[in-house]
Structures are given as C-alpha cells and as structure tokens.
C-alpha cells in the first residue's frame, strides 16, 4: 500500500514467535525527504525512520525488523504536513497474505539462477540436508534479505556505498537480540552461502532494492545433498560392475562352461 501525508498503516496480528520487517519505498515523485513515524508498543515512544530523497521511485527500501514476541500490531504513519509518499509492504514467512502487486513464488533447489526484481518474494522449504545458496549481481550493489520464522539477514551483494544510516532498524528487545536480524556486506559480485541446512520450515528471500539496481539481481538454490548422494552411490555402481575378475576366477568359470 501507498501512504500520504496524514495517512497510517496498521497491522495488528502478528503473531508470537514470528520477526516481520516492513519494507519502507520513497515512492515521491519529487526529491522529497520521507519521515515515517514507527509505533510497536504501547510503552514505548514512537521512533521515525528517515528515508532519502529520490527521484521517481528510485531509492532502495528501509527495512523495519519487529518480532510478534513482543507486541501485536505495528503502525506507520506520515505526519499531516509531510509531501512524500512511501510505498510499504510487510514480509515474514507467512505475510503478506494480500500478494496483489507483488511475484510470488516457489524457489526450486534445481541450481539454476533467476531473477529478482523488485516486489519479487520467493519461498521455499529446503530439502532435508545441505542447500546452497547463491546471490549474484554483476553490474551494480544489490540489496536483498533472508527470512526465517524468527530470523533475518540483510545481504548487500557487489558492495559499493553500502547501507544509508538508519536503513535497517530493528525494534524491540527480540529483533534486537544478537542473531536475530543479521547484516553481511559482501564486495564481490557473487555470494555463496554453501551450508544452509533444511529442517522443514519456510524460508523467504526478497529483493529490498531499488528498481534500476534489482534488475540484474539473481537467486540460485541448489540441493547439494542430494546430489552427493547420487554421486557416491554411483561410483559404488560403477565399481561394482567394473571390478577386474582374478585369473583363478576366470579359470573356474571357463572350466565351468567347459565341461
């Protein structure tokens, strides 16, 4: 959904147990500066994130990380004088229900690449055993983000600026806690994570960057443990079938066939 100035967003299920980040666009036509006001807790004091001016729609999103453990709703809000206009979306392994707008899909573990525009979610339950997981972009910085049920990684691929200061914020004691929402800035135009290990649950990976950048932004899953498998029991096979037969064997099967 789009918010204007004066207007609120508010989603009051999460669940306990479950992080969620809400993915925060400039969407100004003008280079306007973008304060969203933050509420998660009745307690606490509403915080603002601070999006950078942009020129249409061409700015990298700000991630908010909250977990459902410690509070059930979360509302951003423009204030009434504000001219800027932000596009939001709210992820985790279950949301958004409401897909209208955005690709949502199934990552296979087929190791091949595929793109990962802007508003893409992909999803999957990793096979059993060892995965790897591939992130590439060869043209420019690309920022994209892993979920799990109560995890998060922040990944910038090809690492040029970086992150903006406040782009990604966590609030709360849970999606504060070390390990909870993590950040891996990668100089090269190519990441590799060969050790995600499938036990069953959902993971979640998006693109959190701008429309020019998330163009050449790939994703690749690949089962490796399956693949060992194979491998191995193949060479068994193999073996099996081209074992040398010794001179004493080959005399009693030729005398065998002999008599």
């Not at 998660?40 to 601070?50: G, K, L």
């Not at 499938?198 to 693109?207: E, N």
Request: glycine share 8%.
């Amino acid at each position: 959904m789009t918010l204007q100035g004066g207007q609120s967003a508010r989603c009051a299920v999460l669940a306990k147990g479950e992080l969620y980040v809400a993915l925060l666009y400039n969407s100004s036509q003008n280079d306007q500066i973008a304060d969203v006001i933050v509420v998660w807790s009745n307690e606490a004091p509403p915080t603002h994130v601070t999006l950078p001016g942009t020129t249409g729609d061409q700015g990298p999103a700000a991630l908010a990380f909250v977990s459902g453990t410690d509070t059930d709703f979360l509302t951003l809000s423009l204030g009434a004088t504000s001219a800027a206009s932000v596009d939001v979306v709210l992820v985790s392994t279950t949301m958004p229900t409401n897909t209208k707008g955005l690709i949502n899909a199934v990552l296979p573990a087929d190791g091949q690449l595929r793109d990962l525009p802007k508003y893409t979610r992909y999803h999957a339950v990793p096979p059993d055993g060892w995965s790897q997981l591939s992130l590439v972009d060869k043209t420019s910085q690309f920022l994209s983000f892993e979920m799990r049920r109560a995890g998060a990684i922040v990944r910038v691929v090809n690492k040029a600026t970086g992150l903006f200061d406040g782009q990604v914020q966590k609030f709360g004691p849970t999606a504060n806690a070390k390990g909870a929402v993590d950040i891996q800035e990668i100089p090269y135009q190519t990441f590799v994570d060969p050790a995600l290990k499938g036990d069953g649950q959902t993971w979640v990976w998006m693109s959190a960057d701008s429309l020019r950048n998330s163009l050449n932004g790939q994703i690749g899953l690949q089962g490796i443990s399956v693949i060992s498998a194979f491998l191995v029991s193949s060479k068994v096979a193999v073996k099996t079938i081209v074992r040398p037969l010794s001179p004493k064997r080959l005399k009693s099967i030729f005398t065998k066939q002999t008599k």
